[in-house]
């Protein structure tokens, strides 16, 4: 079984910068991406960024684009999402996803970290 273990996240003022991370465990030699998915309150689950490990393709929303950079840990099974010029909008329960070779689902989910902007 593969797991996800989301950390930092918290409270910051708007235009204030926050890093988030997120380490897998178990069996993950075959997984080629991971990324962060988001969720406020009263809204649906949506893509924020992911980075393939192969050619390291970064692949971000437009609402983030220009203020978080998605990065490997370490050559870990890890990501860091690392946000800046952060806004109210940004408010929401942050979720990382890994994704295997050969599958177009994202496989497994970490468990959330919250991350709130004050303005």
């Known amino acids: 079984q593969v797991h996800l273990v989301e950390s930092g996240g918290g409270s910051v003022q708007a235009g204030g910068s926050m890093r988030i991370s997120c380490a897998a465990s178990?069996?993950?030699?075959?997984?080629?991406?991971m990324g962060w998915f988001r969720q406020a309150p009263g809204k649906d689950r949506e893509f924020v960024a992911s980075?393939?490990?192969?050619?390291?393709?970064?692949t971000y929303t437009d609402s983030v684009k220009g203020r978080f950079t998605i990065s490997r840990d370490n050559g870990r099974i890890a990501v860091i999402l690392q946000m800046n010029s952060l806004k109210a909008d940004d408010t929401a329960v942050y979720y990382c996803a890994i994704k295997y070779r050969g599958q177009s689902q994202w496989a497994y989910w970490g468990q959330g970290t919250q991350v709130t902007v004050s303005s």
């Open positions: 980075l393939h490990w192969t050619d390291y393709r970064q």
């Open positions: 178990g069996p993950t030699r075959t997984s080629v991406a």
